[in-house]
């Protein structure tokens, strides 16, 4: 089985054993995301271990409704600090650090089309502590890793494309913990984005612009198609109000950013339609 090294503070979000009933092998690579929410919710969980690693104790659950077994990881993490200080950026006030937002970080793909993106996660109580429920990515590497071996992919052009939606994403939830060690990416080249507990800041702009120079056309339509009241409706569980406030401002500074591109050198060298069946 692959070998799996995630970031340091977030060792195990995702568990590397993958145990399916035989019969239900093929059956689980076409569960719906509904079926998967549906499976994370109900399915009774029937092991346990603590990962051991990381600063959030995380932990690994099987679980089984009866024909299908599958492995998720446990995150309650739910951390508040007037001040958080950091080696290489600026301290944070009003600092978080929730299983919250990982949950919102799903709920927030569903709108836009990147379930192919972003694991199915819910949120589900346990031995008394409530957290974020993962569903397993089976990954051959991280971007670290990739990097560290100088692996190239096979379709530069596709990897490229899939990058500029980690950017695009990651800007529009002010996510200030994506890493090389939380993108994962699978035996056919697809890029998966974990660990979003440092993301949805409450500031109003955009943590920077570079690399934000392409867009996927769809994509792009369905940021300009989100309503306040929509994500209002879909994410006040997880977030505050000045969380989606934040959010809604950095939707429309990520618009008007990526047409001011466009003004400049054109509609098709900003927009891109991925041929990709995802």
């Given amino acids: 089985m692959p070998r799996l090294r995630l970031s340091p503070r977030f060792v195990g979000f995702l568990v590397v054993t993958l145990s ?104 589900r109580a346990w031995r008394g502590k409530r957290g974020a429920l993962s569903w397993w990515v089976r990954a051959e590497w991280d971007e670290g890793e990739r990097l560290a071996q100088a692996l190239e992919p096979p379709d530069r052009q596709d990897w490229n494309r899939q990058m500029y939606t980690v950017r695009a994403f990651t800007g529009l939830i002010y996510d200030t913990d994506r890493n090389h060690g939380n993108m994962l990416i699978t035996k056919d080249w697809q890029l998966w984005m974990i660990d979003f507990t440092r993301g949805f800041r409450r500031w109003p702009q955009l943590q920077t612009k570079a690399g934000l120079t392409k867009c996927e056309l769809g994509l792009f339509e369905r940021l300009k198609g ?18 989606i406030e934040a959010l809604v401002a950095r939707r429309d500074l990520l618009i008007k950013h990526y047409l001011s591109i466009a003004a400049e050198m054109g509609d098709d060298w900003v927009f891109f339609h991925d041929p990709t069946p995802r």
């Fill in 226 to 243: 989100l309503r306040a009241v929509e994500l209002h409706e879909k994410l006040y569980r997880y977030l505050s109000k000045s969380e």
């Fill in 20 to 123: 399916l009933a035989p019969a239900r092998l093929a059956s689980q690579t076409s569960l719906s995301p509904e079926e998967k929410e549906h499976f994370l919710r109900h399915a009774k969980i029937v092991d346990s271990e603590p990962i051991g690693k990381g600063t959030t104790d995380p932990w690994r659950l099987t679980l089984s409704d009866g024909t299908l077994r599958h492995d998720a990881a446990f995150q309650y993490v739910d951390q508040r600090k007037p001040t958080a200080e950091f080696a290489r950026r600026r301290p944070e006030n009003n600092f978080r650090d929730s299983y919250t937002f990982n949950v919102a970080a799903w709920e927030l793909a569903k709108l836009l089309g990147l379930e192919h993106m972003v694991p199915v996660t819910v949120e």
